[in-house]
């Protein structure tokens, strides 16, 4: 990893070298770094996003180590993916007018990738644009969705379709939060993380290999590093015109899977394990195409197979799937565009495959 110097924990000293990527905040000083950063932000009000469950279990906690949030407005909105949506971007766009919330005011979002990818986009369009931080209280927003100021909502089916990228003020990532998080829900963020040590990194992709995921919070002690490596990608490319894509590995597949299973309602799959199933897919893909090794194929296949339910995925849904991959948002001149893998640890973006490839990909996945 390259000198990584935008990330803040307990009272080492970092600087933000270059402002195009937020300040992260995490370690045992987490919430002191959040009322100074309140107070010095002298805001009119302060209006925190949850859903139910960041209510129940994350907001108490929240308060009572930040006085400063004492008198905010707390929004709760009902949790879950299909609720990314433009109906509930209205309702939360007019309760902060119902609130008056100004121009100065601080939106915060205490919650999942769900509460950090619609609370951005609510607050980086309300009133041409409030200041917002994320507090995500998932492992998968932790380590992904709220580091990168990528924002979006759902829209007729298709995965963030509406959105934009603009960058929270700060990210505070408080690790204990995490303790209780489902094992679902858990293994849904562990995803990405696997995903992070696919595309950069090999050390990690080892120590992601021993772990035991049977100890509770197992992967707190790698959230920083894949913070580190998911900011240093972003950092060199902000706005995805080229090397951020190999963020994407996994989930070209992966997207049109949650797509698919949204839409027809059936006991639908967490991004994560849909993630799970697109990285598999992808890496067989590699290897077809890219001379990605066929036993680091297998090495990924059986690690990945080990954590995750295993899906069947119909052929009579192929058709409809690859459709979804049709809409990607990195897709150029109709090719649908994939990240593939070099060798563990190395990424390269902008691959393209035929249709009978991508049957093929989801074939293997079924077949394994
Ligand atoms: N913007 C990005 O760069 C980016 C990256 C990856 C994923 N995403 C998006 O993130 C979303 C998935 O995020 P997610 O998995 O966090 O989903 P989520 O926000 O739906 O949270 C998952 C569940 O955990 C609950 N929860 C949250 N915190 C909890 C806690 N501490 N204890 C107990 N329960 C808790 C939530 O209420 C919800 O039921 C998807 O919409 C995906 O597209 C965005
Ligand atoms: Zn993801």
């Given at each position: 990893m390259t000198n990584f110097a935008y990330?803040?924990?307990?009272?080492q000293k970092h600087f933000t070298l270059n402002q195009v990527i937020h300040p992260?905040?995490?370690?045992?000083?987490?919430?002191k770094k959040l009322s100074v950063f309140i107070k010095k932000g002298n805001y009119s009000s302060l209006h925190i996003l949850v859903d139910e469950n960041s209510m129940q279990h994350c907001l108490p906690i929240l308060i009572s180590n930040c006085i400063e949030l004492k008198?905010?407005?707390?929004?709760?909105?009902?949790?879950?993916?299909?609720?990314?949506?433009?109906e509930i971007c209205v309702e939360l766009w007019a309760t902060l007018t119902d609130e008056k919330a100004e121009r100065k005011a601080l939106f915060l979002n205490l919650g999942g990738g769900v509460i950090c990818d619609m609370g951005g986009f609510v607050a980086s369009t309300y009133k041409r644009g409030i200041d917002f931080v994320n507090i995500p209280t998932t492992l998968l927003a932790q380590v992904d969705a709220s580091v990168g100021g990528k924002l979006?909502?759902?829209l007729e089916g298709y995965k963030n379709q509406i959105g934009t990228i603009v960058h929270p003020k700060a990210v505070f990532v408080e690790t204990d939060f995490l303790k209780t998080l489902s094992k679902r829900e858990y293994l849904s963020g562990f995803a990405e993380m696997i995903k992070h040590a696919l595309v950069a990194d090999i050390n990690y992709w080892n120590k992601l290999k021993k772990v035991d995921i049977s100890q509770k919070n197992f992967a707190a002690p790698f959230v920083n590093h894949s913070i580190e490596i998911k900011t240093d990608i972003v950092q060199s490319d902000?706005?995805?015109?080229?090397?951020?894509?190999?963020?994407?590995?996994?989930?070209?597949?992966?997207?049109?899977?949650?797509?698919y299973f949204l839409k027809h309602n059936k006991n639908y799959l967490l991004h994560g394990e849909a993630v799970a199933i697109g990285i598999i897919c992808e890496a067989y893909l590699s290897s077809i195409k890219y001379s990605f090794d066929k036993k680091q194929l297998t090495e990924v296949c059986s690690f990945v197979s080990l954590h995750y339910k295993k899906y069947n995925i119909s052929s009579a849904a192929f058709s409809e799937i690859i459709a979804f991959m049709l809409q990607d948002k990195k897709n150029e001149k109709k090719e649908i565009n994939f990240t593939v893998l070099k060798k563990i640890g190395k990424a390269s973006?902008?691959?393209?495959?035929?249709?009978?490839?991508?049957?093929?990909?989801?074939?293997?996945?079924?077949?394994l």
């Open positions: 990330l803040y924990m307990g009272t992260i905040f995490l370690g045992k000083t987490v919430f008198e905010a407005n707390i929004i709760e909105i009902e949790s879950g993916e299909a609720n990314k949506s433009v979006a909502i759902n902000p706005y995805e015109k080229g090397v951020r894509k190999v963020l994407n590995f996994g989930h070209t597949i992966g997207h049109a899977l949650e797509s973006p902008n691959h393209s495959f035929t249709r009978a490839q991508i049957k093929e990909a989801l074939d293997f996945y079924n077949n």
